[in-house]
């Protein structure tokens, strides 16, 4: 089982960036794609990206490409959120997730306890 805590988010304003970050814990996260998520007020959640476990295939949702980047760090076991020119409707709280597999494919199986985003216009 793994257990990932995300930190990074906050408040900012419209145009700033941000960089989130998911720590991983009881096993090592080398063989598993990992994704980041958001759950904005009133709506489902979504999945924004996706890293496979050798960081060789990502997948981006259009609401968030060429704006976020997802990266991982297999060594320390951790994954990344580099977000830039933040919108109002970036505002959410986002979620590290780990899947079963390597593939971006892979079911999501691990959650994180999610990080407060916050952008004002």
């Known amino acids: 089982q793994v257990q990932l805590v995300e930190s990074g988010g906050g408040l900012v304003q419209a145009g700033d960036s941000l960089r989130l970050s998911c720590a991983a814990s009881?096993?090592?996260?080398?063989?598993?794609?990992m994704g980041w998520f958001r759950r904005a007020p009133g709506k489902a959640r979504e999945i924004l990206t996706a890293i496979s476990a050798n960081g060789g295939s990502t997948y981006y949702a259009d609401s968030v490409k060429g704006r976020f980047t997802i990266s991982r760090d297999n060594a320390k076991n951790m994954v990344y959120l580099q977000m830039n020119s933040l919108k109002p409707e970036d505002t959410a709280v986002y979620y590290c997730?780990?899947?079963?597999?390597?593939?971006?494919?892979?079911?999501?199986?691990?959650w994180g306890q999610g990080t407060q985003v916050t952008v004002s216009s």
């Open positions: 009881g096993r090592t996260l080398g063989n598993l794609s």
């Open positions: 997730a780990a899947s079963m597999g390597p593939s971006i494919l892979s079911t999501w199986r691990n």
